[in-house]
């Protein structure tokens, strides 16, 4: 789905006039943020509505299940969310069949993940 496609879908499920008007087509253009949007691989960002952040899981071979990295972006994507003063709703969903199967489990062993973890579990 296009950003364009994104937007116009958002906005018709909060308004009902737009609702009314399946051909509407709605441009939202990227806003001027006051701190560098972060960036990364697993995850898709996109603005449907001013204020609105949507951040999109983009791992559909794997249902979205989220990694050691994904884990990071995810962390990178809510602190800047938090500091961004031009945002003020983070919303998250997945591509594909699948919002999350979880946790990547192929990853690796879970005392390399965190040196904070009091006890080590299997994977992470």
Same mark, same amino acid.
């Given at each position: 789905m &296009? !950003? $364009? =496609?994104?937007?116009a879908t958002y906005l018709? &499920? *909060? =308004? /009902?006039?737009?609702? !009314?008007? /399946? =051909? +509407?087509?709605?441009?939202? &253009?990227k806003p001027n943020?006051? +701190?560098p949007e /972060?960036?990364?691989?697993?995850?898709v960002l996109s603005y449907p509505a001013p204020g609105v952040l949507l951040v999109r899981l983009n791992r559909p071979k794997d249902l979205n299940c989220i990694n050691q990295d994904g884990h990071a972006e +995810?962390?990178? *994507?809510?602190?800047? +969310?938090d500091a961004e003063? $031009?945002?003020?709703?983070?919303?998250?969903?997945?591509?594909?069949?699948a919002f999350c199967a979880g946790a990547d489990l192929k990853g690796k062993p879970m005392a390399q993940c965190s040196s904070e973890s009091a006890q080590p579990?299997?994977?992470c």
């Open positions: &296009s !950003h $364009t =496609n994104e937007a018709r &499920s *909060i =308004n /009902p006039i737009i609702s !009314h008007r /399946p =051909n +509407l087509q709605v441009t939202m &253009s943020f006051e +701190l /972060p960036s990364g691989k697993y995850c +995810l962390d990178k *994507i809510w602190s800047w +969310l003063p $031009t945002l003020n709703v983070g919303i998250i969903t997945g591509t594909g069949r579990q299997s994977t």
